[in-house]
T-cell receptor, first 115, second 110 residues
Framework: GAVVSQHPSRVICKSGTSVKIECRSLDFQATTMFWYRQFPKQSLMLMATSNEGSKATYEQGVEKDKFLINHASLTLSTLTVTSAHPEDSSFYIC???????????FGSGTRLTVV | QKEVEQDPGPLSVPEGAIVSLNCTYSNSAFQYFMWYRQYSRKGPELLMYTYSSGNKEDGRFTAQVDKSSKYISLFIRDSQPSDSATYLCAMSNNFNKFYFGSGTKLNVKP
């Protein structure tokens, strides 16, 4: 089945630094990838949709200059949290679609803690 | 009004019980309905997928969609402690954007 690998699974960084999270589709080409944010006991909040080779589409209220998304290939998308602050601490999850099949495959998530 | 409403629980049941998880939604254009299971600190994994109305069964899991009532359900028969997780419903009208429920936390006690 489709597998999405997300790395790192957990990261702690200092306030003001940047953190990059990678999302890779291991056995399929992902034409579209999604980045979500999940707060404790809350649902997944879609942050942005990225299509390979084009700019990401950000949801309302998501700062595109703070959350940089790059989808340079059909198997890799990255989310960079720039100038991280403690309020950026959250669980970030990517999902990918090959454009066929059912639903989307999720990565295992990245727990970001900004101290 | 949220697009998708889901009771957050927690729902605690004894092993072997039948579990009923539900979501309601407001957008009548939704036609793709999914149930995901999420273990603590992990990404969601797809359990069931249903298109439009009707029932779908897969082992101990049955998904039901009632579009007239804008109501979907997931039933788990013979629940096991390993079923303890958070269950998220998700739905979409065109596969371009999915709307998730807040998740119901299920605890199956041995």
């Amino acid at each position: 089945g489709a597998v999405v690998s997300q790395h790192p699974s957990r990261v702690i960084c200092k306030s003001g630094t940047s953190v990059k999270i990678e999302c890779r589709s291991l056995d399929f080409q992902a034409t579209t990838m999604f980045w979500y944010r999940q707060f404790p006991k809350q649902s997944l909040m879609l942050m942005a949709t990225s299509n390979e080779g084009s700019k990401a589409t950000y949801e309302q209220g998501v700062e595109k200059d703070k959350f940089l998304i790059n989808h340079a290939s059909l198997t890799l998308s990255t989310l960079t949290v720039t100038s991280a602050h403690p309020e950026d601490s959250s669980f970030y999850i990517c999902s990918a679609s090959s454009g066929t099949g059912y639903g989307y495959t999720f990565g295992s998530g990245t727990r970001l803690t900004v101290v | 009004q949220k697009e998708v409403e889901q009771d957050p629980g927690p729902l605690s049941v004894p092993e072997g019980a039948i579990v009923s998880l539900n979501c309601t939604y407001s957008n009548s254009a939704f036609q793709y309905f999914m149930w995901y299971r999420q273990y603590s600190r992990k990404g969601p994994e797809l359990l069931m997928y249903t298109y439009s109305s009707g029932n779908k069964e897969d082992g101990r899991f049955t998904a039901q969609v009632d579009k007239s009532s804008k109501y979907i359900s997931l039933f788990i028969r013979d629940s096991q402690p390993s079923d303890s997780a958070t269950y998220l419903c998700a739905m979409s009208n065109n596969f371009n954007k999915f709307y998730f429920g807040s998740g119901t936390k299920l605890n199956v006690k041995p």
